[in-house]
């Protein structure tokens, strides 16, 4: 199923590539650049961009306005693709979850101190420098792939990483999500959608049957603040061998990753915290932030154990 682009009436388009469009608006209007200077194109009323809908395979389509609220109650999405549904339900606030969504979560601008104080330019907003590479790195990206160190704010996209879905968008064919974004090295974008362009819904293929997943967030304060890490994990089991695993990373670089070299220990029977240690190599870590690569492997492990079941939190 896709959504019929003729849906989309051809002065919406212009609009968008002329300013910024608009869903839930839980980031733009967050954000120092989205004042009132800023022409917003306004999405929340376009005709079959809403709802999840089961496809005759068991595959399911997301219309890009789903509310993250949507997700994280579905009881069938719950059932089918726990990882995506808890990442979901952990997100934000009730309030925010209720008009986020899912188009806007993956579409949404980095959460960086510098990018959105005014006070400073950056790669994001026009200028040819990152700050917080000789300032405050704390919640820098741990795995470094390029100028800039914003880590990527996209929780659902981490999830559907290890999902292997795709997105439909205006214009184009099929996309997988990591081609949202690319491999993190253009500093000035936060996703490689050209103005204009929209999300219109996320495909996922058939349910594994007998999944079993977990999500954990690190974060500095118990209720809704944004991750230090997190990570999401997939596990089948076929009796006590594990015969399909993903475990997907964010809140560590540029873009959201598919942590295959753990996946591939899994398979080939190395213990959990064997597994999670490969996230180290990856890591090179600024001054602030070499806290992350412990944290990146501890939160890892933690998925993996809470996806089998032998977690003792």
Same mark, same amino acid.
């Given at each position: 199923?896709?959504v019929?682009?003729e849906?989309?009436?051809?002065?919406?388009?212009?609009?968008a590539?002329?300013g910024?469009?608009?869903?839930?608006?839980?980031?733009?209007m967050?954000?120092?650049?989205?004042g009132p200077?800023?022409?917003?194109?306004?999405?929340?009323?376009l005709?079959?961009m809403?709802?999840?809908?089961w496809?005759?395979d068991?595959? %399911?389509?997301?219309?890009?306005?789903?509310?993250?609220?949507? $997700?994280a109650?579905?009881?069938?999405?719950r059932?089918?693709?726990?990882?995506?549904?808890?990442?979901a339900?952990?997100?934000?606030?009730?309030?925010?979850? !209720?008009?986020?969504t899912?188009?806007g979560?993956?579409?949404?601008?980095?959460?960086?101190?510098?990018?959105?104080?005014? !006070?400073?330019?950056?790669?994001?907003?026009?200028?040819?420098?990152?700050?917080a590479?000789?300032?405050?790195?704390?919640?820098?990206?741990?795995?470094?792939?390029?100028?800039?160190? !914003?880590?990527?704010?996209?929780?659902?996209?981490?999830?559907l990483?290890?999902?292997?879905a795709? %997105?439909?968008?205006h214009?184009?064919?099929?996309?997988?999500? @990591?081609g949202?974004?690319?491999?993190?090295?253009?500093p000035?974008?936060?996703?490689? $959608?050209?103005p204009?362009?929209?999300?219109?819904?996320?495909?996922?293929?058939?349910? %594994?049957?007998?999944?079993?997943?977990?999500?954990?967030?690190?974060?500095?304060?118990?209720?809704?603040e944004?991750p230090?890490?997190? !990570?999401v994990a997939?596990?089948?089991l076929?009796?006590?061998?594990?015969?399909?695993?993903?475990?997907g990373a964010?809140?560590?670089?540029?873009?959201? $990753?598919?942590?295959?070299?753990?996946?591939? @220990?899994?398979l080939?029977?190395?213990?959990f915290?064997?597994a999670?240690a490969?996230?180290?190599?990856?890591?090179?870590?600024?001054?602030?932030?070499?806290?992350?690569v412990?944290?990146?492997?501890?939160?890892?492990?933690? %998925?993996?154990?809470?996806?089998?079941?032998?977690?003792?939190?």
């Amino acid at each position: 199923m896709t959504v019929p682009t003729e849906l989309l009436p051809a002065d919406l388009l212009q609009a968008a590539r002329d300013g910024e469009p608009r869903a839930g608006g839980t980031d733009l209007m967050s954000r120092p650049a989205a004042g009132p200077h800023v022409d917003l194109t306004g999405l929340r009323d376009l005709p079959g961009m809403s709802g999840i809908t089961w496809q005759p395979d068991g595959s %399911v389509h997301i219309g890009a306005l789903t509310t993250i609220a949507d $997700l994280a109650r579905d009881a069938r999405l719950r059932s089918a693709y726990p990882a995506l549904a808890l990442t979901a339900q952990a997100l934000a606030t009730p309030q925010i979850r !209720a008009v986020a969504t899912v188009g806007g979560n993956l579409l949404q601008r980095n959460r960086c101190r510098y990018y959105r104080n005014p !006070a400073f330019t950056c790669h994001q907003n026009g200028g040819n420098s990152c700050p917080a590479r000789t300032g405050d790195t704390l919640d820098a990206a741990v795995i470094d792939t390029g100028p800039c160190l !914003a880590p990527h704010p996209s929780s659902l996209a981490m999830a559907l990483l290890t999902y292997d879905a795709s %997105v439909q968008v205006h214009d184009r064919g099929p996309l997988p999500v @990591a081609g949202l974004y690319g491999d993190g090295s253009d500093p000035s974008r936060d996703h490689l $959608l050209d103005p204009g362009e929209l999300v219109l819904a996320i495909h996922l293929p058939p349910p %594994v049957a007998g999944e079993r997943a977990a999500y954990h967030r690190a974060t500095g304060r118990s209720e809704a603040e944004w991750p230090l890490v997190e !990570a999401v994990a997939r596990l089948v089991l076929d009796g006590t061998r594990i015969s399909h695993v993903a475990v997907g990373a964010g809140g560590v670089a540029r873009v959201p $990753l598919r942590l295959d070299e753990v996946e591939k @220990a899994v398979l080939a029977g190395e213990p959990f915290a064997t597994a999670a240690a490969l996230t180290a190599g990856r890591c090179t870590p600024a001054p602030g932030n070499a806290y992350k690569v412990t944290l990146l492997a501890g939160t890892v492990l933690e %998925v993996l154990e809470r996806a089998a079941g032998t977690s003792s939190s």
